[in-house]
């Protein structure tokens, strides 16, 4: 019976599946070096994206979601990395669906997530500061309850989504003299805000469509029931809460990449000549790409039983950290072995491995850093 039921999950997520890659070629992928070019995606492509109910497809249905499982989620992410479509920042948008759905209250969850289900708001979330990245009880932005309101003042950097985001998940000090129980999550409507600003749009090594920008806040007014989870100082709480989920797919995309690197770079060595004769049948391009397939095998195996722990509510902080920094340490170094086997034409931005080098490196800085990771590991030893 469980056998049966199993394979019926796996055929409906391949048909699933088959759904989004089409959908990802013919919608999202021929616009990618476009949005490379204007560092941001269109906001027509986040309806589009919503229309097919790919958004927050693990949100319920009664909240505009697909009512979906986690493996569906991991199926989008997935599709958009093959696709090399890495400007489309469903990441930190699905993020902040997942904080409304475990703290919002009712009104907040109805308040926001029909709207983000159909790609009318995007959402940010926003911890880092310029002089508080690793060390989130370091943040500064302030904010001070005055009757019915916040008073946020502060800035925030490297926030994916900044540019577009309708609406941010911010994470401020509500009481700097607390410590850890001082911290707090606020959302955060930019639209038509008083002292909300968006710099500019950060200049990056990869990953050029994502919007990713500097935050300032000066003596912008919040609603005070736009707290999240009730009451104040359960920020930092909720953020590790949550960052199993974040790492979980930043782990994810990380799988993926391995797999298409290892699929295109087979491709290309079966095609290209040297010495007479294709490069595949060349010893050292076997045994290259035969230890890069080995990886993409582990990996997958890891990833896979990450996914189902995500879903059995069974994973843990170290698990989510061990998947974290070793796919993300793996896919730089694949995607590394992979461009070599490509040669000159690995360097040059027509093949797809050379913007899969420069998406990947700030795998192993976002998320947490891979050092953070391994602290964490270690903390549970
Ligand atoms: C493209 C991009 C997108 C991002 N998107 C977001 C976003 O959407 N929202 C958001 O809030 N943030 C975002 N970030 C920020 C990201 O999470 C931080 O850059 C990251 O957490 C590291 O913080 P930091 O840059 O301040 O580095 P630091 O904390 O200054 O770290 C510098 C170095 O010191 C090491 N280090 C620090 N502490 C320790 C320690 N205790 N032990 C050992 N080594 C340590 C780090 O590992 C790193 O190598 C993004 C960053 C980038 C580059």
């Known amino acids: 019976m469980a056998g049966e039921r199993q394979r019926a999950m796996a055929a409906e997520l391949a048909a699933f599946r088959d759904a989004v890659r089409r959908f990802v070629e013919a919608e999202l992928a021929p616009h990618e070096a476009r949005w490379g070019r204007q560092q941001h995606v269109d906001r027509d492509a986040w309806r589009a994206v919503g229309g097919m109910g790919l958004l927050l497809a693990d949100v319920p249905e009664r909240y505009g979601g697909a009512g979906a499982t986690f493996a569906h989620e991991c199926v989008v992410f997935e599709e958009l990395q093959r696709a090399n479509v890495t400007s489309f ?5 699905s993020i902040v669906a997942h904080y409304l759905l475990d703290y919002g209250s009712e009104a907040q969850k109805m308040r926001w997530l029909p709207k983000m289900a159909r790609g009318e708001m995007i959402a940010a979330i926003a911890m880092s500061e310029p002089g508080a990245g690793s060390d989130l009880q370091g943040v500064r932005t302030r904010a001070v309850r005055q009757g019915d309101e916040y008073v946020v003042d502060g800035s925030k950097t490297f926030i994916s989504n ?6 941010v998940c911010l994470v401020v000090k509500t009481d700097p003299a607390a410590g850890a129980k001082g911290v707090s999550l606020l959302m955060v409507e930019t639209a038509n805000l008083p002292g909300y600003r968006c710099g500019r749009i950060l200049d990056k090594v990869g990953m050029h469509g994502q919007d990713t920008a500097e935050l ?14 009730g009451e104040q100082g359960r920020g930092f709480y909720q953020l590790m809460q949550q960052l199993p989920w974040e790492r979980t797919i930043v782990a994810v995309a990380a799988v993926a990449a391995i797999e298409r690197a290892v699929e295109l770079t087979t491709e290309y060595v079966r095609q290209r000549q040297a010495f007479g004769r294709p490069l595949i049948e060349m010893q050292n391009t076997r045994f ?10 582990v990996a997958r195996v ?9 879903m059995d509510g069974t994973i843990d902080a170290a698990t989510a950290s061990m998947a974290k920094w070793w796919t993300t340490e793996q896919q730089c170094r694949v995607i ?4 070599q ?16 080098y420069a998406d990947a490196r700030v795998q192993k800085i976002y998320g947490g850093t891979n050092e953070i990771m391994k602290e964490l590991i270690a903390r549970s030893l």
Do not use: Q
């Open 341 to 356: 086997l490509f040669g000159g034409y690995g360097y040059m931005m027509d093949y797809p491995i050379g913007k899969m």
């Open 302 to 310: 890891f990833i896979d039983d990450c996914i189902e722990r995500v």
């Open 288 to 297: 290259r790409l035969a230890e890069c397939r080995t990886v993409a095998h």
């Open 162 to 167: 900044g540019f577009l985001a309708d609406l």
């Open 336 to 339: 590394d072995e992979c461009l």
């Open 89 to 93: 920042g469903k990441h930190v948008h």
């Open 216 to 229: 300032f806040f000066d003596g912008v007014r919040v609603p005070a029931e736009n707290l999240l989870g």
